[in-house]
């Protein structure tokens, strides 16, 4: 009923930059959080970054500094800018949602895809 998009993540050179941009749609009434979330093989999906309807943000401590995550409440739509990128980075990022499709329906969780951002030399 909610739909992800992400953008294409790629191939970034150590210290450079890339933005991601997530955008939903489909049946949403409101929006409470968005963010991103990422996974490397063998290991668990880690929260990289959130931010509410209000625009409180938190990060996970190893990207803080680095990258900026921001949202446009009229378009749906969150974006990631990671600066600095380090190989450690290297991940698929997965947006997530928490979305409510009408008035007094809980709130659901939706997940992009993932897109791959690959950070080497």
């Known amino acids: 009923q909610v739909q992800l998009v992400e953008s294409e993540g790629g191939l970034v050179q150590p210290g450079g930059s890339l933005r991601l941009s997530c955008a939903a749609s489909g049946r949403i009434f409101s929006i409470n959080i968005m963010g991103w979330y990422r996974q490397t093989p063998g290991k668990e999906r880690e929260l990289v970054a959130r931010i509410t309807s209000g625009g409180t943000t938190s990060y996970a401590d190893s990207v803080k500094g680095r990258f900026t995550i921001s949202r446009d409440n009229a378009k749906n739509t969150v974006y990631l800018q990671l600066n600095s990128l380090k190989p450690e980075d290297t991940a698929v990022y997965y947006c997530?949602?928490?979305?409510?499709?009408?008035?007094?329906?809980?709130?659901?969780?939706?997940w992009g895809k993932g897109t791959l951002v690959t950070v080497s030399s």
């Open positions: 997530y949602t928490n979305v409510r499709g009408w008035v007094a329906e809980p709130f659901m969780d939706y």
